[in-house]
């Protein structure tokens, strides 16, 4: 489930952030599904998804691949784009982890067209091929 507009306002106050490791292992729901969808300061695409258990983070514009990593993250800190994050486009549940983890971050204006264009897309960006 991803956040909707009720539960955006609900929850998008964040402060401070602290260390863990997290991991594909992290997440009760193993479905493989966007967590989080966001751009960085020089416009990039920044996706965290969850794939056959794999944590991944693909940082991307276009064809241009800037970042890809996946498996096992010393930080929550490092999966944050380092603009906004698209509230249509985060995970409940890695939504709680950040609200757990009291980790600040920053979202862009809610658009409900998008998220009633993406509610039943399992990623709403571009993902890795293996």
Same mark, same amino acid.
């Given at each position: 489930?991803?956040?909707?507009?009720?539960?955006f *306002?609900?929850?998008?106050?964040? !402060?401070?952030d602290d260390?863990d490791?997290?991991?594909?292992?992290?997440?009760?729901?193993?479905?493989?599904?966007?967590?989080?969808?966001?751009?960085?300061?020089?416009?990039?695409?920044?996706?965290?998804?969850?794939?056959?258990?794999?944590?991944y983070?693909?940082?991307y514009?276009?064809?241009?691949?800037d970042?890809?990593?996946?498996?096992?993250?010393?930080?929550?800190?490092?999966l944050?784009?380092?603009?906004? !994050?698209?509230?249509?486009? !985060?995970?409940?549940?890695?939504?709680?982890?950040?609200?757990?983890?009291?980790?600040?971050?920053?979202?862009?204006?809610?658009?409900?067209?998008?998220?009633?264009?993406? *509610?039943?897309?399992?990623?709403?960006?571009d !993902?890795?091929?293996e």
């Amino acid at each position: 489930m991803f956040l909707n507009k009720e539960l955006f *306002k609900e929850k998008h106050i964040l !402060i401070f952030d602290d260390a863990d490791y997290i991991s594909g292992h992290s997440f009760i729901d193993k479905t493989d599904r966007t967590l989080l969808y966001g751009f960085t300061l020089d416009r990039q695409s920044h996706h965290v998804y969850l794939k056959n258990g794999i944590l991944y983070l693909y940082i991307y514009s276009g064809k241009n691949i800037d970042t890809i990593k996946s498996g096992i993250f010393t930080y929550l800190r490092e999966l944050i784009p380092t603009k906004r !994050i698209y509230p249509e486009s !985060i995970d409940t549940e890695f939504m709680n982890l950040l609200i757990s983890k009291s980790l600040s971050v920053d979202f862009t204006t809610y658009d409900k067209e998008r998220y009633e264009k993406l *509610k039943y897309q399992n990623f709403h960006g571009d !993902i890795i091929n293996e």
